[in-house]
T-cell receptor
Framework: AQSVTQPDIHITVSEGASLELRCNYS??????LFWYVQSPGQGLQLLLK??????LVQGIKGFEAEFKRSQSSFNLRKPSVHWSDAAEYFC????????????FGQGTELSVKP | DADVTQTPRNRITKTGKRIMLECSQT?????MYWYRQDPGLGLRLIYY???????NKGEISDGYSVSRQAQAKFSLSLESAIPNQTALYFC?????????????FGEGSRLTVL
């Protein structure tokens, strides 16, 4: 079955600390992978995406993610978290012929301590 | 103004009532989607439309119907609302020229069914 798992429901980090949010997927076809962020009361915004090529992808707001095919993972990282990064983060997977039909993970809520 | 606009943003209704959630977009995208967000479940696809004459069921279409009135408009209806349809609903668009399709989301419609 196709699925995306985000093992951490809620993570708290101190401002300035590094961050890694985990994402594992199960997908039959070559996956296209995404990370979205949802701020309170807002819709989702794309942080970054991986289609092919370099397995380390850079996104907006200083985020990056690394695709590891052998581990079926696409973890999101940021070297130094800012208070404004507090939000919910969703990993999603799709395929080239599926358009915007994405399978989303459960989400990870990030809290940032001052 | 937002590129993807959803109305209403909040709605409280009673069991058995008919509800329509509307979505309009100015991005010029052919592809439109309705997703539902529930805490701990992430987002799940209800219906999608790749052009005006194309309507497809998603993962959780039971109890819902849609209408694609024009390229820019895609409405979601609950014919007879029930409490377990209480959720946050998102409309989204995508551009087929980007392949797998980055999704552009509206700000969401929060529906409560009593």
């Amino acid at each position: 079955a196709q699925s995306v798992t985000q093992p951490d429901i809620h993570i708290t980090v101190s401002e300035g600390a590094s961050l890694e949010l985990r994402c594992n997927y199960s997908y039959g076809a070559t996956p296209y992978l995404f990370w979205y962020v949802q701020s309170p009361g807002q819709g989702l915004q794309l942080l970054l995406k991986y289609f092919s090529g370099d397995t380390l992808v850079q996104g907006i707001k200083g985020f990056e993610a690394e695709f590891k095919r052998s581990q079926s993972s696409f973890n999101l990282r940021k070297p130094s978290v800012h208070w404004s990064d507090a939000a919910e983060y969703f990993c999603a997977v799709g395929a080239s012929n599926q358009g915007g039909k994405l399978i989303f993970g459960q989400g990870t809520e990030l809290s940032v301590k001052p | 103004d937002a590129d993807v606009t959803q109305t209403p943003r909040n709605r409280i209704t009673k069991t058995g009532k008919r509800i329509m959630l509307e979505c309009s977009q100015t991005k010029g995208h052919d592809r439109m989607y309705w997703y539902r967000q529930d805490p701990g479940l992430g987002l799940r696809l209800i219906y999608y439309s790749f052009d005006v004459k194309d309507i497809n069921k998603g993962e959780i279409s039971d109890g819902y119907s849609v209408s694609r009135q024009a390229q820019a408009k895609f409405s979601l209806s609950l014919e007879s609302a029930i409490p377990n349809q209480t959720a946050l609903y998102f409309c989204a668009t995508s551009d087929p020229s980007t392949g797998a399709g980055e999704l552009f989301f509206g700000e969401g419609s929060r529906l409560t069914v009593l």
